[in-house]
């Protein structure tokens, strides 16, 4: 090693042999400057690329704002130009009740929902001069949608620059991990959008669709707030069918429903077979049928709190079946596999029927899901 | 993420239709107005009523 040194620090012919600053700079520099400023250099990398995502998301934010007012302006014809209420809305917030002392929580979150569904299709309403509830619903859609993405955006953006003020290669790092799944959400609403116009029904639909499968050559009442109920047959069972009422694009109010035929009507099930869609893993096949137990109903928990309670109080078995994808399944046109499901399912409500139940018994069948483009 | 979003191929929307009576299927690209269980008309075959019983896409929308 001693003999090869001088060969090194003296190699003859070198070209670096009688200039020692070029060998300091392309030797030596490069370390010196990865090691003071290489965190520099990497916060710059990713701060220009969360920078090309932040545009992505501002273009889908922009585009479905315009989208959001041009389906006011022309389809539901607003008597003025809709444009700075739309704008209005796309800041509005709702605030959840103190969690810190549960006690009674869902009573509050429950009026404080209501209120918030209550302002949006009253203020809607308020704006547009057709009646047809399918185009008042979508409009609703469209607007949370677009709120929706102003609110990913705008949250996006905040991040972004605060990296960029402090130039915290952390924060930016933690943004940039998230962001692919923060586009492909984003990409999703678009789509979503998309379904809404045209009142095409979407992969969270499938659990209205099968009941309203269930319901189509039976008399149908309106039973709650965007809720309708049918009676039906099967094998001397008595059969309840509810879901949301279609092809508007409503959620109804499930729980309430529930709750009110129990409580208030006497109606007294022996079972309750609830059907929805269902978030897939990674890996799992879209369309995927999945049995189980308990109160298949998704949302913020009002519904699924009020059937628990209720079927706590009076020992009634829940049965589930949920069909499942993904979160862009759900909200985007939906696909074939999943509307292929429905018959699938209708089978499995049978067997539960015939295995779970007796001749004579009641049984609620409820299909939860946004209706719109399903009917009954 | 290569992909931006306004470049993608919108999917087609199917809507499928089926006679109550007969069982005759039907397939043809979605309309406005139509929803499904709408009653969508005379089944050409044995004059029953034709139900629509899906509408879907049917090319993947996201992978
Ligand atoms: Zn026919």
């Known amino acids: 090693m001693l003999e090869l040194l001088p060969l090194l620090t003296w190699p003859g012919e070198n070209i670096f042999s009688d200039n020692p600053t070029l060998y300091f700079l392309l030797f030596y520099a490069p370390f010196i400057l990865f090691i003071l400023y290489g965190q520099k250099f990497q916060t710059w990398m990713v701060l220009n690329e969360i920078g090309r995502s932040l545009n992505k998301l501002k273009m889908m934010k922009d585009k479905s704002r315009k989208e959001a007012i041009d389906y006011f302006a022309n389809v539901c014809k607003t008597s003025s130009d809709p444009t700075e209420r739309i704008d209005q809305f796309l800041e509005y917030f709702t605030i959840l009740p103190v969690d810190t002392d549960p006690s009674g929580i869902m009573k509050k979150i429950e009026h404080i929902i209501t209120l918030r569904d209550d302002r949006l299709r009253s203020e809607v309403r308020k704006m547009i001069t057709i009646t047809d509830p399918v185009k008042m619903s979508a409009a609703e859609n469209i607007l949370e949608a677009t709120t929706a993405l102003n609110y990913i955006y705008k949250i996006v953006r905040h991040y972004y620059l605060l990296g960029k003020r402090t130039m915290s290669l952390y924060v930016l790092i933690q943004l940039q991990m998230v962001m692919p799944i923060i586009l492909q959400e984003a990409d999703a609403l678009m789509k979503a959008i998309d379904a809404f116009k045209l009142a095409q029904p979407i992969g969270d639909g499938i659990g209205a669709m099968v009941a309203g499968k269930l319901m189509i050559n039976c008399e149908k009442k309106i039973i709650g707030k965007d809720t309708v109920m049918s009676e039906s047959e099967f094998n001397g069972r008595s059969l309840y069918l509810i879901k949301a009422e279609g092809p508007a694009g409503n959620v109804g109010q499930i729980g309430t429903v529930v709750e009110k035929l129990i409580e208030e009507m006497g109606l007294k099930p022996n079972a309750i077979v609830m059907i929805d869609a269902a978030l897939k893993l990674e890996g799992e096949k879209t369309g995927d049928i999945a049995e189980g137990i308990g109160a298949a109903i998704g949302g913020i928990g009002v519904d699924r709190f009020k059937i628990e309670e209720v079927a706590t109080k009076h020992r009634i078995p829940l049965y589930a079946i949920v069909i499942k994808e993904s979160i862009i399944d759900a909200i985007t046109v939906m696909r074939r596999e999943i509307a292929e499901a429905t018959d699938k399912v209708i089978g499995i409500i049978k067997r539960i029927l015939d295995e779970k139940t007796s001749v004579g018994d009641k049984v609620f069948i409820i299909g939860v899901g946004n209706t719109l483009g399903i009917g009954q | ?63």
């Open chain 2, 1 to 63: 993420m290569k992909r931006s979003y306004n470049k993608e191929v919108k999917a087609p929307v199917y809507t499928i239709e089926e006679c109550t009576q007969c069982g005759l299927k039907s397939k043809r690209f979605f309309q406005d107005g139509d929803y499904v269980y709408r009653r969508s008309g005379k089944c050409g075959k044995c004059n029953g009523t034709m139900i629509i019983t899906y509408i879907y896409t049917e090319k993947p929308i996201t992978e």
